[in-house]
Nanobody, 121 residues
């Protein structure tokens, strides 16, 4: 079965760190650029980060630049979003997506189901 599984969401205190994984099954993530997105109720989905298929390029939204870091472990067929210095405004459902392109572009081929990250004291 071809799927992306986003997991690792949690209730976090401000300033905390989280590293949700994005695990692929049924296809080889190595051949895909990976995007991370987030969405809160009533708002449009927001692009958070992207990691290129093979040349190491990365992109971050201004709101997370310097706090979040995207990575990939092709041996594990998994990507990660390291989230540091979490703020209440980071509260959202986080999604990963994979596209068979050198860098992130639409339309994406596969989407994870999302994982809830809540930041609150």
């Amino acid at each position: 079965q071809v799927q992306l599984v986003t997991s690792g969401g949690s209730l976090m205190q401000p300033g905390g760190s989280l590293r949700p994984p994005c695990a692929a099954s049924g296809f080889t993530l190595q051949w895909y650029a990976i995007g991370w997105f987030r969405q809160t109720p009533g708002k449009e989905r927001e692009g958070v980060s992207c990691i290129a298929r093979s040349d190491g390029r990365q992109w971050y939204a201004d709101s997370v630049l310097g706090r979040f870091a995207v990575s990939r472990d092709n041996a594990k067929n998994t990507a990660y979003l390291q989230m540091n210095g979490l703020k209440p405004e980071d509260t959202a459902v986080y999604y990963c997506a994979a596209v068979s392109s050198a860098f992130c572009t639409v339309p994406y081929d596969y989407w994870g189901q999302g994982t809830q990250v809540t930041v609150s004291s």
